[in-house]
C-alpha cells in the first residue's frame, strides 16, 4: 500500500525548511501528486520543474499524462 499522502506531507515539510528548491522537489512533488490523483496540482508542479530545468524529457512525458487524465489532450 503506498501511502502518497505521507510522501507529499513529508515534501511539504522539506519544502518549508529549504533554503533552495530545484527542480528535481517539484518532479518529484509532482510524481506523488499524480499518483495520488491530483492531476491540476502535478501539472502545476512538473510546469515549475520544467521552467526550472527544461532539459528532462521525463518532466513532460508525467505532466503529458496528468493532462490527459484532465482531459486536456489534443
Avoid at 511539504?12 to 528548491?21: E, G, M, P, S, Y
Avoid at 502535478?42 to 510546469?47: F, H, Q, R, T
Amino acid at each position: 500500500n503506498k501511502d502518497y499522502s505521507r510522501a507529499l506531507a513529508d515534501l511539504n515539510k522539506f519544502r518549508q525548511n529549504a533554503l533552495a528548491v530545484d527542480s528535481n522537489f517539484y518532479a518529484c512533488r509532482g510524481n506523488v501528486l499524480f499518483n495520488s490523483g491530483n492531476y491540476q496540482e502535478a501539472v502545476n508542479d512538473l510546469s515549475k520543474a520544467i521552467r526550472s530545468y527544461s532539459g528532462n524529457a521525463d518532466y513532460y512525458k508525467t505532466r503529458a499524462e496528468a493532462y490527459e487524465k484532465l482531459g486536456k489532450h489534443s
